[in-house]
């Protein structure tokens, strides 16, 4: 088992290995002694999985669990469904000394997140990613949210978890799409700060090394949120790829996935970064090969004028001006900040160069 200690407003372990999942009530009783009941947020399929096996090693650990179940999916991530999880703590009794287990993707950690984050100003959780995206990016650094109709995380709170645990095995039952958008943002960080990771995904079987992939991830994430925990600066960089990805998701009424998207703007960025002589060409080959042998798509049939409308109410945009993450080396890329009026001319050169 591999273990990443992530120091922000709260110290907490990241604990990466197979078949770790019946070892979650022990930390439980070790972190929180006081805790007695523990509301598990979960999906109905993530539930039909793994709930047998959190609720077994909850009860063995002299817990009392409580099991709320969602419906899988972003259209969960709601206000309703967050404050019927508020309702269900308040009339299940749970106070500060209890806490909230998030048990899943995405959506279930950043919804089980804000709850933990509001409910009685705040309770412990923890996060039991079960999809790669969550193992790498939404399970650390303590962002949490809903969505509002105006748009994604519109409401929510940086809140860190007590522990995450990461059990590889779980990986096992993903269906292959949903892998592959996880693995855009694996990508991701070796175009950030890791040429190793690059040439370990373009070389070797990754299904062997996946625990040593995520934990490479997961320090990186960490050096980041370390630095930036409230996301002011440095911690942008993990957005590589996401102002034009989100826009790409935004077009498409989010039928095209985050990872795809997220892939197809890495692409524009880098693309852009060449054209304008700021990265060698080599960083476009590797991207276009790493995205070529994990399935992920380069090319969007959506025009430069539509991405850039899109993308007028990015969270990266300050005033007159808005960050962008560009490449500079392999495995290397900074936070560049240009006025928005140029960001036109930025994507007309990743989308036609
Ligand atoms: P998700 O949570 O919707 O999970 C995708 C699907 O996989 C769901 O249908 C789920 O039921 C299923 N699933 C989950 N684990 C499974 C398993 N082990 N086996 C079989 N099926 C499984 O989506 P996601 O991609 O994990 O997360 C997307 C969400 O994450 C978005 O809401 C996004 O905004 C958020 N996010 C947050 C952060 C952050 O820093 N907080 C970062 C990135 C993304
Ligand atoms: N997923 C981006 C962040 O955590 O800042």
């Known amino acids: 088992m591999n273990t990443v200690t992530v120091t922000a407003s709260g110290t907490y372990d990241v604990l990466i290995g197979h078949g770790i999942l019946p070892e979650l009530g022990g930390h439980i009783k070790t972190l929180l002694p006081p805790t007695q009941k523990i509301a598990v947020v979960t999906d109905e399929t993530v539930a039909a999985l793994y709930a ?13 669990p409580h099991i709320y179940t969602l419906t899988p999916g972003e259209t969960s991530k709601n206000s309703t469904v967050y404050l019927s999880l508020l309702n269900r703590l308040a009339e299940d009794g749970f106070t500060r000394a209890d806490c909230i287990v998030a048990l899943g993707g995405g959506v279930v950690g950043d919804l089980a997140g804000f709850t933990a984050a509001t409910f009685l100003r705040g309770i412990p959780y923890i996060q039991v990613p079960t999809t790669l995206l969550a193992m790498v990016d939404s399970s650390v650094g303590g962002k949490t949210a809903i969505d509002l109709p105006h748009g994604k995380n519109l409401a929510g709170a940086f809140y860190q978890p007590t522990l995450v645990l ?8 993903l269906p292959q799409e949903i892998f592959q958008d996880g693995m855009a943002e694996v990508i991701k960080y070796g175009m950030l700060n890791s040429p190793r990771l690059l040439d370990q995904l373009l070389n070797d079987n990754i299904t062997q090394e996946l625990p040593t992939i995520i934990t490479t991830c997961v320090s990186i994430k960490r050096d980041v949120v370390e630095q930036d925990e409230f996301d002011t600066g440095r911690r942008m960089l993990l957005n590589l790829g996401h102002t034009v990805g989100h826009a790409i998701e935004k077009l498409s009424n989010y039928t095209i996935p985050h990872g795809q998207a997220v892939a197809i703007g890495m692409t524009i960025d880098t693309r852009a970064a060449v054209a304008k002589h700021l990265c060698p060409p080599d960083c476009l080959h590797m991207l276009d090969n790493l995205l070529d042998r994990y399935s992920l798509p380069n090319r969007t049939d959506y025009s430069a004028e539509a991405i850039f409308q899109a993308a007028q109410g990015d969270k990266k945009r300050r005033g007159g001006d808005i960050s962008i993450v560009t490449p500079r080396s392999l495995g290397h890329s900074e936070l560049m900040q240009i006025p928005v009026e140029d ?9 036609s160069s």
């Open 166 to 173: 990461i059990d590889t095995d779980t990986l096992d039952t």
């Open 52 to 64: 047998k096996p959190v609720l077994a090693t909850l009860t063995n650990a002299g817990l009392t």
């Open 343 to 351: 960001l036109l001319h930025w994507i007309k050169l990743g989308v």
